[in-house]
């Protein structure tokens, strides 16, 4: 059986700069797979800092070893999903749902004792939880309390009876199986976007007694001090509550864990390093053109600083930042001088910090 430390690196090189949160999930994966009760996660981060990376390392663990195909039925939607059109809650849509991926992984031919097993040892990552804070513009949020309050006896462990149609002996059949919600991994995730200027203003209020610590720095030839504030090392679970997040709700976590702020240097290995980075896209994208593109140390590092400069949206700032570089030669390569024949039939293309420079440059 893998343990915490194996789940650990097989997730590390799928996901970068979150090494504390991978060791969260590791445990809650390793306490899945060992029939435990309770395991289950609240992710809390900025978009783009890597929540949804997370859920599709998890998939692909479960796929990659054929001792956990067991587990291999992983759900992934937002939680708002549950809410019908007249605001009430159908729980009943999670399990279409977790049936309809335990057929994916099964096949056809599956039993309704198969597929129920199946769905009662799934991993479901439900996406964009703090959208149902049961507080929106400063008032009650009766369809976000209401699905706290569905999701809080699943999280607890409930034995769900769902019917399903299955085929048995050629004839279309209907067969009830029992499905205990307890033996699933919960990993529910979300932005909390205003958490930040709640947790911030806290801190900073006169009555609070925080000192916040101060980085010093030299920018061209001048000493500046200034003071700088993370959540992670603020965040007080009371702060959901006053968020909108039930307490009874938060209750059946085992740990909320804030995603760390992607840096530059973090950045920079997102941007290169990763198998669907940014950067392996477009080369894949120029080799449609014979076009080999490299890309120089000093000028990931610069579209890294670049694009940490807006930390809210996180590692998809690389995206936009990378766009305005590359997206000229994207529409005619060869009417650019950089474009450089490389062979009888071959070209290359080198981004350098010269040409990041030029490309980043704020218009006048």
Same mark, same amino acid.
């Given at each position: 059986m893998?343990? !915490?430390?194996?789940?650990?690196d097989f997730?590390?090189r799928r996901?970068i700069?979150?090494?504390e949160?991978?060791?969260y999930v +590791?445990?809650a994966i390793?306490k899945?797979?060992?029939g435990?009760?309770?395991?289950?996660l609240?992710?809390?981060?900025?978009?783009g800092?890597?929540k949804t990376t997370?859920?599709? =390392?998890?998939?692909a663990?479960?796929?990659?070893?054929?001792?956990l195909?067991?587990?291999?039925?992983v759900l992934?939607l937002?939680?708002?999903?549950?809410?019908?059109?007249e605001?009430?809650?159908?729980?009943?849509r999670?399990f279409h749902?977790?049936?309809?991926?335990?057929?994916q992984?099964?096949?056809a031919? /599956?039993?309704a004792?198969? #597929?129920?097993?199946a769905m009662?040892?799934?991993?479901?990552?439900?996406?964009?939880i703090d959208?149902?804070?049961? #507080?929106?513009g400063?008032?009650p949020y009766?369809?976000?309390?209401?699905?706290? $309050?569905?999701?809080?006896?699943?999280?607890?462990?409930?034995?769900v009876?769902?019917?399903?149609?299955?085929?048995?002996d050629?004839?279309?059949?209907? /067969?009830?199986?029992w499905v205990?919600?307890?033996?699933?991994?919960?990993?529910?995730?979300g932005?909390?976007?205003?958490?930040?200027?709640?947790?911030?203003?806290?801190?900073?209020?006169?009555?609070s007694?925080?000192?916040?610590?101060?980085?010093?720095?030299y920018?061209? =030839?001048? #000493?500046?001090?200034?003071?700088?504030?993370?959540?992670?090392?603020?965040?007080r679970?009371?702060?959901?509550?006053e968020?909108?997040m039930? !307490? $009874?709700?938060?209750?059946?976590?085992?740990?909320?864990?804030?995603?760390? *702020?992607?840096?530059?240097?973090?950045?920079?290995r997102?941007f290169?390093?990763? *198998?669907?980075?940014?950067?392996?896209?477009?080369r894949s994208?120029?080799?449609?053109? +014979?076009i080999?593109?490299e890309?120089?140390?000093?000028?990931? $590092?610069?579209?890294a600083?670049e694009? /940490?400069?807006?930390?809210r949206?996180?590692?998809r700032a690389?995206k936009?930042v990378y766009?305005?570089?590359i997206?000229?030669f994207?529409y005619?390569?060869?009417?650019?001088?950089?474009?450089q024949?490389d062979?009888?039939?071959?070209f290359?293309?080198?981004i350098?910090?010269?040409?990041?420079?030029e490309?980043?440059?704020?218009?006048?």
């Amino acid at each position: 059986m893998l343990k !915490p430390v194996d789940i650990n690196d097989f997730l590390a090189r799928r996901v970068i700069g979150q090494e504390e949160a991978l060791r969260y999930v +590791s445990v809650a994966i390793f306490k899945h797979l060992q029939g435990e009760k309770y395991g289950n996660l609240l992710l809390i981060g900025n978009s783009g800092t890597g929540k949804t990376t997370v859920m599709r =390392g998890i998939e692909a663990l479960y796929q990659e070893h054929e001792e956990l195909q067991e587990h291999r039925v992983v759900l992934i939607l937002n939680a708002s999903t549950l809410a019908t059109e007249e605001g009430a809650v159908d729980t009943s849509r999670l399990f279409h749902r977790l049936e309809e991926r335990a057929r994916q992984v099964l096949g056809a031919g /599956a039993t309704a004792e198969q #597929i129920g097993r199946a769905m009662e040892r799934a991993t479901v990552c439900m996406d964009e939880i703090d959208k149902i804070s049961g #507080i929106v513009g400063g008032k009650p949020y009766v369809t976000g309390i209401n699905i706290q $309050q569905a999701l809080l006896t699943l999280l607890e462990g409930e034995r769900v009876l769902h019917r399903m149609t299955v085929v048995k002996d050629g004839v279309p059949d209907t /067969a009830g199986v029992w499905v205990d919600t307890g033996k699933m991994l919960f990993l529910c995730a979300g932005a909390f976007e205003n958490l930040y200027d709640q947790v911030f203003a806290r801190v900073t209020s006169a009555k609070s007694g925080v000192k916040l610590p101060t980085v010093t720095t030299y920018i061209n =030839g001048k #000493i500046q001090i200034r003071e700088y504030f993370t959540l992670r090392h603020h965040f007080r679970p009371e702060d959901l509550f006053e968020y909108g997040m039930q !307490p $009874q709700f938060l209750s059946r976590f085992d740990n909320a864990v804030i995603l760390e *702020d992607l840096n530059a240097t973090t950045l920079s290995r997102i941007f290169r390093d990763t *198998d669907e980075s940014v950067f392996q896209v477009s080369r894949s994208f120029f080799r449609n053109y +014979s076009i080999d593109l490299e890309i120089t140390d000093t000028a990931v $590092q610069r579209i890294a600083e670049e694009a /940490a400069k807006s930390s809210r949206i996180g590692a998809r700032a690389l995206k936009s930042v990378y766009g305005r570089i590359i997206k000229p030669f994207e529409y005619d390569p060869f009417s650019r001088e950089e474009v450089q024949a490389d062979g009888d039939s071959s070209f290359k293309l080198v981004i350098d910090e010269k040409l990041v420079g030029e490309a980043l440059k704020p218009a006048i």
